[in-house]
């Protein structure tokens, strides 16, 4: 899972933590619903960060072993993108990476497809909000 950086937050932690792109990527990750299909699937989920995301690192929190945050420091994107089957992003150019790699759109998307009823695009933070439903 990699997200765009938005240029508003460079160097101003608490507009940052204030927003609704940070509220949302940690809803994302600390939902129930999402812990369940890692298991489910037995998938591990990693969330690369942006350069100008890592002085951030320790806000976003999570207490599911599947989900792991990491940075470039940690792990190359080349190689994250190489060894995963699938790739969330908002519209980060990344995306042209994956699908560079001959990952088709198909399986990008496959396993969330199975699992969501719908996705919403927010327009004011530009993430694909997964919305899945019971």
Not at 5 to 22: A, G, H, I, V
Not at 32 to 52: A, F, G, P, W
Not at 59 to 83: A, G, H, M, P, W
Not at 100 to 129: A, V
Request: with cysteine; hydrophobic share 35%; net charge neutral.
């Amino acid at each position: 899972m990699m997200f765009t950086w938005r240029k508003q937050f460079e160097n101003d932690e608490k507009t940052f933590l204030d927003s609704k792109y940070y509220s949302t990527i940690q809803d994302l990750i600390k939902d129930t619903r999402l812990s369940d299909l890692l298991e489910k699937e037995n998938l591990e989920l990693y969330m690369c960060l942006h350069d100008n995301m890592i002085p951030y690192k320790d806000k976003f929190i999570t207490t599911n072993s599947r989900i792991k945050i990491v940075d470039k420091t940690e792990n190359s994107i080349q190689e994250l993108l190489r060894e995963c089957k699938y790739l969330i992003t908002d519209y980060s150019s990344v995306a042209f990476d994956f699908a560079y790699m001959k990952k088709s759109h198909y399986n990008i998307f496959n396993l969330i497809m199975k699992n969501l009823e719908k996705i919403i695009y927010q327009k004011d933070i530009g993430i694909m909000k997964m919305v899945l439903e019971k």
